[in-house]
């Protein structure tokens, strides 16, 4: 990039938020997944900056690629064609919380945890817990769609936006949807803006919906001897009326990795475990806590364990909090990957990811959120292997395909980004594509917002 | 300092989660990735790899840590950043040498105390001559060349008389209690040459409960700034002096009241090891052996011995990083202070983030150090406490000025002060 053209956008921000010395253009070159070369690196603080930054950049024909906390395991924040890397993170002012419309409005900067506490401090409470909360951001949170394990009962972060701020790729202003529950007017532009992965627009500002607190929750830890009896168990529970919060899965092989690295007294005869967690008031809960252990005593179950109070439900968690820091702590790379499938062809991704990673000779453990579906196998991997990458590389593929057959999607919550692209045909078809460009085409004719990634045609191949 | 390899696998296995960015205490006062935790393990991989330079920028991304170690405490695969940050220190000492200032205070001062003193007295003299601003008025801004390199930080004024000219070298117990054997205390600079207070109070409460305190002459600076600023050869004459001068004694106990000299004489003399042989190694293990922080030895013991008076008093405890972090120090210091008559603990939310003051940290990078100070005020603030306790000489300066440029009315104290307060027969 030209030095004049660098004054030009250090004019709009101030020489403390415009960076382009080789260490900042390399902290702020990638994600948790792959690495690009950005030219420069801006820092916004109000929505006229950004769309100052958007009209020169547009004018000039400079990429701009959106960055919240740079969580995101697919590439969606790596500036994989150079230009502008535009930092949201010091937009991160909460703009407002109301108890009497249960809305919260945030800059896009916000921690997700933080917006977590403060909505709890009033009784109110927003829903998504991606797993990365304690540091995501919500405006990277509406960007990717982005879930969690207690989606199952409350849905995910396009379930609670109301409206959002968006600035377009000329620098115009677009405001979608309103304060109000109930909004038909035109295209829901929110939701086509959520999950967009930064290539239509850069959210300024996001007012979500709240809902109350739950009072209370419980949790029953239960493990089974084959997976169709876990995922039986998982049609039984909806069966009868209760939509848990949660309703985790770990399969054997992550039961027998961790035991292996963190002696927790995991039990690793068991095919499959599922950690079940209900809330809300405490009557409720009770009841379904107790028709849910009766369901567990009563069918082919190993074991069950249930929490009476918040301290013993959270000792049931250890073996799928903890477990998965031994795994990164013990292997030299992992990918996690979130292919989702309806509930009932749980069992058949699961047997068949095996199958498949025994053929191609890759270790592999399986986690999931079994309650939707959205599973987490999770390969270890050594980065320097190439000729390892490249098996796995075909792995996913037959993974993929036999998961779009289940009728399911390549991404639960992940997102495309960089890392999915080339698995993009096996379940998009081309008029999908073309219907995704067209949009692209009409809100960023230059193709400047975050280029490179899903909806290009060229392959980019990142570097790591 | 250490193995490339080893450093290199350590860096390596960050995987850029980012987790650490929500315990980063710089990362949360600057807002740039490249000054927070993850960004600077990233920016420190490109050059151990070769991809990144030595600039300006880079000796900034290294200097603005505080080593509070906070990021390692989060990080999901344990990535140990101090060892990474220290080694890259390491490089840029040995590749670019050190600013004039530190190589004159490292390499002739700190082995030196009587040289030491004489320094301290003389700025000790321009001190005195300037004018405070009234709301330091507890407080002495450097002299101004000093002290317009440091952003108007304050210091606190040098003491009168140091430590060793105060108190003798070997203190009897108190003839009223019952003899429990000998210990000696390592003062640390600061404690020998301004807050000297402290080190008397710890004198009293020890002879109060019946030992004898030994106090050597010959110790000198424990070298954490030499160390952690990456002068790993100016870090080892200090240890070897210091090993030598507790040697001579024969007392198996040797308490700190710094949180950082007792993590640098304990985990920081342990890198030094391999760099050491023959006697002297022997003597530094033995007083890596040895050492013990004074709240932790007064909690494993049968404290007091009567009953101890009665203070009423509200207080928060906060938890240095290199007790907290460094040597695993937390329930502790708490047990005693609950232990004491009257005494209320408070916790304050994160009783365990840096305060900012990371020793020299506070003078190079004021900004952020009073950023990151003003977080811990607002903190304590919440408590309500009248008396923040802490076991740290560098959290008490730093406490102490934030919290009177943020017009928090609140009485620092040294655990120590705190016991002493609830003697039955006071020391002095």
């Given amino acids: 990039m030209k030095r004049s053209l660098i004054r030009r956008f250090r004019k709009i921000v101030g020489p403390e938020r415009c960076l382009h010395s080789p260490e900042d253009l390399y902290a702020y070159s990638h994600d948790c997944y792959a690495r690009g070369n950005p030219e420069l690196v801006l820092l916004p603080r109000t929505r006229e900056e950004v769309s100052s930054i958007l009209k020169l950049a547009h004018k000039e024909g400079i990429p701009v690629t959106p960055r919240g906390a740079a969580t995101s395991l697919s590439g969606m924040t790596t500036p994989v064609r150079g230009g502008i890397v535009l930092a949201m993170n010091q937009m991160n002012r909460i703009l407002e919380v109301s108890t009497e419309d249960r809305l919260a409005v945030v800059e896009p900067g916000v921690v997700t945890l933080r917006l977590h506490q403060t909505v709890e401090s009033v009784g109110l409470f927003y829903p998504p817990d991606p797993a990365s909360y304690s540091i995501s951001f919500i405006g990277g949170n509406v960007a990717t769609n982005a879930g969690g394990p207690r989606c199952l009962k409350y849905g995910v972060t396009r379930d609670y936006l109301l409206g959002l701020e968006v600035v377009l790729a000329d620098g115009e202003v677009l405001r979608t949807g309103s304060r109000a529950v109930k909004d038909v007017t035109g295209y829901d532009l929110t939701r086509l803006m959520c999950g967009s992965e930064g290539t239509l627009g850069v959210i300024t500002q996001v007012t979500v919906r709240l809902i109350p607190k739950p009072e209370t929750k419980r949790t029953i830890l239960t493990t089974y001897r084959t997976l169709e009896e876990a995922s039986e168990m998982v049609s039984r529970i909806i069966g009868a009326g209760i939509l848990p919060t949660t309703l985790e899965f770990m399969d054997q092989a992550y039961l027998r990795t961790v035991e292996e690295i963190m002696h927790l007294g995991l039990p690793t005869e068991a095919a499959a475990m599922l950690l079940i967690e209900v809330d809300g008031f405490e009557e409720t809960v009770e009841r379904q806590a107790r028709i849910v252990e009766d369901f567990c005593r009563r069918f082919h179950v190993l074991d069950v364990a249930v929490g009476r109070d918040p301290e013993e439900s959270d000792r049931l968690w250890i073996g799928r909090r903890i477990g998965t820091v031994g795994l990164m702590r013990s292997s030299k790379f992992m990918i996690s990957h979130d292919a989702t499938v309806p509930t009932s062809q749980i069992p058949r991704l699961v047997t068949e990811t095996h199958r498949l990673a025994a053929e191609y000779g890759i270790k592999l453990v399986i986690l999931g959120h079994a309650g939707d579906g959205n599973m987490h196998p999770i390969f270890l991997l050594d980065p320097d292997n190439e000729e390892e990458m490249a098996r796995f590389h075909r792995l996913s593929r037959e993974m993929f395909r036999i998961t779009v057959e289940c009728g399911g999607t390549l991404s639960g919550e992940h997102g495309i980004g960089l890392e999915k692209r080339p698995f993009l045909n096996l379940q998009v078809d081309a008029v999908g594509m073309r219907t995704m460009r067209a949009i692209k085409k009409a809100l960023d004719p230059k193709g400047i917002l975050n280029p490179g990634k899903f909806l290009d045609e060229e392959p980019t191949s990142p570097g790591r | ?428």
Wanted: aromatic content about 4%; glycine content about 8%; hydrophobic content about 40%.
């Fill in chain 2, 1 to 428: 300092m250490f193995p490339k390899e080893e450093v290199l696998r350590e860096a390596n296995r960050c995987s850029s989660c980012g987790f650490c960015l929500s315990v980063c205490p710089v990362y949360q006062a600057v807002g740039i990735e490249t000054l927070g935790s993850r960004g600077r393990m990233d920016v420190i991989r490109g050059l151990l790899h070769g991809e990144l330079a030595l600039s300006s920028r880079m000796e900034e991304v290294l200097s603005s840590c505080l080593l509070c170690m906070a990021c390692q405490f989060s990080c999901p695969p344990g990535v140990t950043a101090q060892k990474v940050i220290l080694e890259a220190r390491h490089r840029a000492v040995s590749q670019k040498g050190l600013p004039l200032l530190k190589r004159l205070a490292f390499r002739r001062l700190l082995p030196d105390r009587k040289a030491l003193s004489k320094a301290l007295r003389a700025a000790s003299a321009l001190q005195r001559r300037r004018s405070n601003p009234s709301h330091l008025e507890e407080l002495r801004p450097l002299p101004s060349l000093l002290g317009a390199l440091s952003g108007g930080r304050a210091l606190p004024p040098i003491a009168q008389r140091a430590l060793s000219q105060r108190i003798p070298a070997r203190i009897p117990p108190s003839e009223k209690a019952q003899r429990r054997g000998s210990v000696a205390i390592f003062s640390g600079c600061y404690l020998e040459f301004v807050d000297t207070p402290v080190a008397e109070a710890a004198v009293g409460v020890l002879t109060s409960l019946g030992y004898e305190v030994l106090l050597p002459r010959d110790q000198v600076c424990c070298g954490a700034p030499v160390l952690y600023s990456g002068d790993l050869e100016g870090a080892l004459p200090l240890a070897k002096l210091n090993a030598k001068a507790f040697a001579r004694h024969g007392v198996d106990t040797v308490l700190t009241l710094c949180a950082t000299c007792g993590s640098a004489l304990k985990e920081g003399y342990g890198i030094l090891l391999p760099h050491l042989e023959g006697r002297e190694l022997e003597e530094v293990e033995a007083l890596r052996g040895s050492v013990e922080d004074l709240g932790r030895f007064l909690a494993s013991t049968e404290l007091w011995q009567g009953q101890p008076r009665r203070t009423e008093l509200k207080v928060t405890y906060h938890d240095p990083c290199h007790h907290v972090r460094g040597m695993g120090i937390q329930s502790e210091p708490r047990s005693l202070i609950q232990g004491l008559p009257g005494v209320e603990l408070v916790e304050m939310t994160e009783p365990a983030r840096c305060c900012g003051g990371g020793g020299t940290f506070s003078l190079t990078h004021p900004r952020i150090s009073l950023e990151i100070g003003r977080w811990k005020i607002e903190d304590i603030r919440a408590t309500g406490a009248s008396a923040v306790v802490t076991s740290c000489p560098g959290c008490i300066l730093q406490i102490r000025e934030v919290a009177l440029r943020e017009g928090l009315q609140v009485e620092v104290l040294h655990l120590a002060q705190l016991l002493e307060r609830s003697l039955i027969r006071p020391f002095r």
